[in-house]
């Protein structure tokens, strides 16, 4: 039997035993708070028992000294009565409030949250945090695949079609068909080279690479299509690791991008800073609003890459505006 096992069969045997105690107690204050000062009335209705007979005159002998309660014990008993009464009435309250308080902390001693269960959620948290990393990985490479076919690979198509023909303008001796194509052949090349320079940098962008992460998000602010006011601590870049650095890069990218093709925003703003044990990135922007990370759309392979990396997404996006994406990622240093 396991430990927790072991902990388990203790939980059955001491709460019962707990419970019962408790119980007891509370019983015996409550009869004597009721009872004690209502003595003289139903004692009445009962004949008179061993109370008045021993513990009554002795009790009166030692309080009082030297008093005779025989002539009248009926009245001697309920006044004895009637003063325990009291202080158990008055005290009552404050016992019945501390067993609750005992058989509370006793209960939440026994059932509480144990460490396997800690580590339980942590490997859940984990497998959807590697299940969310794949997905976004996967969707990130359909993405590029896409780029590439829709991309340099027509350009290619067409630049192997350019130098098929100029083949034959060259074999017929048409010099100046020649020309014209190979010029055309060298604008598809160099624009399919401009094409895999783009998709390249989207891999790995320069300045991510050889400046951090703070400066990139400052050069991605300048880069964009809209007025961005950046504000990015300098000490994030010391703070995450180059895999968590190039994917928040990403997820930055892409929401100023959707808030210039999508929010219909006339400006936006970028605030990147560490607290503590994270690093906090705020994108807001004054577009339409009504953003959501619906399954399938862009926001939700964001929040998925954001997971991946053990941290959370918050989007606030009321109708009319403005948008507010909040990215928080644990540091790696």
């Given at each position: 039997?396991?430990?927790?096992?072991?902990?388990?069969?203790?939980?059955?045997?001491?709460?019962?035993?707990?419970?019962?105690?408790?119980?007891?107690?509370?019983?015996?204050?409550?009869?004597?708070?009721?009872?004690?000062?209502?003595?003289?009335?139903?004692?009445?209705?009962?004949?008179?028992?061993?109370?008045?007979?021993?513990?009554?005159?002795?009790?009166?002998?030692?309080?009082?000294?030297?008093?005779?309660?025989?002539?009248?014990?009926?009245?001697?008993?309920?006044?004895?009565?009637?003063?325990?009464?009291?202080?158990?009435?008055?005290?009552?309250?404050?016992?019945?409030?501390?067993?609750?308080?005992?058989?509370?902390?006793?209960?939440?001693?026994?059932?509480?949250r144990w460490e396997s269960d800690d580590l339980v959620a942590q490997v859940v948290g984990l497998d959807a945090s590697l299940d969310a990393a794949v997905q976004a990985e996967d969707a990130g490479l359909r993405r590029l695949e896409r780029d590439l076919h829709d991309g340099p690979q027509q350009r290619l198509v067409r630049l192997q079609m350019d130098l098929a023909a100029?083949?034959?303008?060259?074999?017929?001796?048409?010099?100046?068909?020649?020309?014209?194509?190979?010029?055309?052949?060298?604008?598809?090349?160099?624009?399919?080279?401009?094409?895999?320079?783009?998709?390249?940098?989207?891999?790995?962008?320069?300045?991510?690479?050889?400046?951090?992460?703070?400066?990139?998000?400052?050069?991605?602010?300048?880069?964009?299509?809209?007025?961005?006011?950046?504000?990015?601590?300098?000490?994030?870049?010391?703070?995450?690791?180059?895999?968590?650095?190039?994917?928040?890069?990403?997820?930055?990218?892409?929401?100023?991008?959707?808030?210039?093709?999508?929010?219909?925003?006339?400006?936006?703003?970028?605030?990147?800073?560490?607290?503590?044990?994270?690093?906090?990135?705020?994108?807001?922007?004054?577009?339409?609003?009504?953003?959501?990370?619906?399954?399938?759309?862009?926001?939700?392979?964001?929040?998925?890459?954001?997971?991946?990396?053990?941290?959370?997404?918050?989007?606030?996006?009321?109708?009319?505006?403005?948008?507010?994406?909040?990215?928080?990622?644990?540091?790696?240093?």
């Amino acid at each position: 039997m396991g430990l927790r096992g072991k902990s388990e069969l203790s939980s059955l045997l001491v709460r019962p035993i707990v419970a019962i105690v408790t119980f007891a107690f509370a019983t015996v204050w409550i009869v004597m708070a009721l009872g004690g000062p209502t003595y003289w009335f139903w004692s009445q209705f009962t004949a008179n028992g061993s109370a008045e007979r021993i513990w009554v005159p002795w009790a009166v002998q030692h309080i009082f000294g030297g008093i005779d309660p025989s002539p009248d014990p009926h009245r001697w008993a309920s006044m004895l009565y009637l003063g325990v009464g009291i202080v158990f009435l008055v005290t009552l309250p404050l016992v019945l409030r501390g067993l609750v308080r005992l058989y509370g902390t006793v209960a939440a001693a026994l059932t509480g949250r144990w460490e396997s269960d800690d580590l339980v959620a942590q490997v859940v948290g984990l497998d959807a945090s590697l299940d969310a990393a794949v997905q976004a990985e996967d969707a990130g490479l359909r993405r590029l695949e896409r780029d590439l076919h829709d991309g340099p690979q027509q350009r290619l198509v067409r630049l192997q079609m350019d130098l098929a023909a100029l083949e034959r303008r060259a074999a017929d001796g048409d010099a100046a068909a020649v020309a014209a194509l190979a010029q055309e052949s060298r604008g598809h090349a160099q624009a399919a080279l401009d094409e895999l320079r783009a998709l390249a940098g989207g891999v790995a962008p320069p300045l991510l690479q050889d400046r951090g992460i703070a400066e990139a998000i400052t050069g991605l602010a300048a880069a964009s299509a809209l007025p961005v006011r950046a504000d990015v601590a300098p000490g994030i870049t010391a703070a995450l690791s180059p895999e968590t650095a190039r994917n928040l890069y990403f997820v930055v990218a892409e929401l100023l991008t959707n808030a210039a093709k999508h929010a219909g925003a006339d400006s936006a703003s970028v605030t990147a800073v560490r607290e503590g044990s994270v690093v906090r990135v705020t994108v807001l922007d004054d577009g339409r609003g009504g953003a959501a990370a619906r399954p399938g759309g862009g926001l939700e392979g964001l929040a998925q890459r954001v997971q991946g990396l053990r941290g959370t997404m918050h989007i606030d996006s009321p109708e009319g505006g403005p948008t507010i994406v909040t990215v928080t990622v644990p540091v790696s240093a």
